[in-house]
């Protein structure tokens, strides 16, 4: 009589577990950022990424939050043709993120302009003034009529692109790469581009370089080690502290009750729905 030999079936079942483990690794070689082990190794879903600010859906929603403290209206496509004094000493503000004739931002608008419209150009009798009143609060060269032709360029798509190009090339990119390059994710990064926008990235110390050097000296941003929770309240502080030197600025809800609050809710991802309050007013973005 043949001896049953235990071997083979051995062999058997070690190829079956070995088969098995192979099976439960696959998903973490081929969909690694889709799968993760736990502490006691067991394998679980991943939650899902955030994407920055690059997204075209977190970059409209980063869009409607600037418009909320700059234009108090979420429709932030409306205000291509918004200009006023506002009494700031800035002389002109306007368009979609409130450019500037006493920074020199609106000239830098009205100069891309006339490259994309170079001919029956209506705001291209403004720039010697504009140029003139850069770093003033004064209206010298563009009262009575500068308001209107504003209005009037705002009926032209052209002149959308020119205030979309000039905001992503001196506020929204250097913010988000910047951000990005700090460690922080889309909230982190919404807060960079709401600062630049209103202080500007100048090297001042109520620059947002400035304002950033201040927060580096109470945190490290995440690319450095340091908690981005803690770092963003540090970034917060440092450019309240800012706001409040400056007697037009004194009103800092855009951080109290906007950006603070989605910090202090964890949604480091700007994630919807979103509702905050700007200057008394309350806003929402439900989907």
């Known amino acids: 009589m043949k001896q049953f030999s235990a071997r083979p079936f051995a062999r058997k079942w070690l190829a079956i577990l070995a088969l098995a483990a ?3 690794s696959v998903p973490l070689l081929i969909l690694p950022h889709v799968f993760e082990r736990s502490g006691n190794n067991t394998l679980l879903m991943k939650p899902p990424q955030a994407s920055d600010l690059y997204d ?6 980063a869009m409607q939050l600037v418009s909320s403290a700059e234009n108090s209206s979420t429709d932030w496509r409306a205000q291509y043709a918004y200009i006023e004094d506002i009494g700031d000493n800035r002389g002109y503000t306007a368009g979609i993120i409130g450019f500037t004739s006493g920074t020199g931002d609106m000239l830098k608008v009205v100069q891309y302009y006339i490259l994309l419209r170079p001919d029956n150009n209506v705001l291209a009798k403004y720039v010697p003034a504009l ?3 850069v770093g ?3 209206h010298d060269g563009l009262d ?3 308001v209107v032709d504003w209005k009037t360029a705002a009926n032209d798509p052209l002149f959308h692109q020119a205030q979309d190009h000039i905001r992503d090339e001196m506020y ?3 913010a988000v790469t910047k951000a990005k390059s700090d460690g922080l994710g889309p909230l982190g990064q919404f807060i960079y581009f709401d600062a630049i926008v209103m202080h500007g990235p100048g090297n001042g110390p109520n620059s947002f370089s400035g304002i950033r050097a201040a927060a580096l000296t109470n945190a490290r941003p995440p690319s450095q080690g340091g908690d981005e929770v803690v770092y963003l309240k540090a970034f917060l502080d440092a450019r309240k502290a800012s706001m409040l030197t400056d007697p037009d600025r004194f ?4 951080i109290d009750t906007e950006q603070r609050l989605f910090l202090e809710q964890g949604n480091l991802g700007l994630n919807l729905p979103l509702n905050w309050q700007t200057y008394g007013d309350h806003f929402s973005i439900l989907k």
């Open 56 to 61: 075209p859906a977190k970059k409209e929603i």
């Open 136 to 138: 003033t609060p004064l």
């Open 144 to 146: 009575p009529t500068f």
């Open 251 to 254: 009103d800092t809800s855009r």
């Open 22 to 24: 192979i099976l439960v």
């Open 131 to 133: 140029q003139k009143v």
């Open 172 to 174: 929204f990119d250097p």
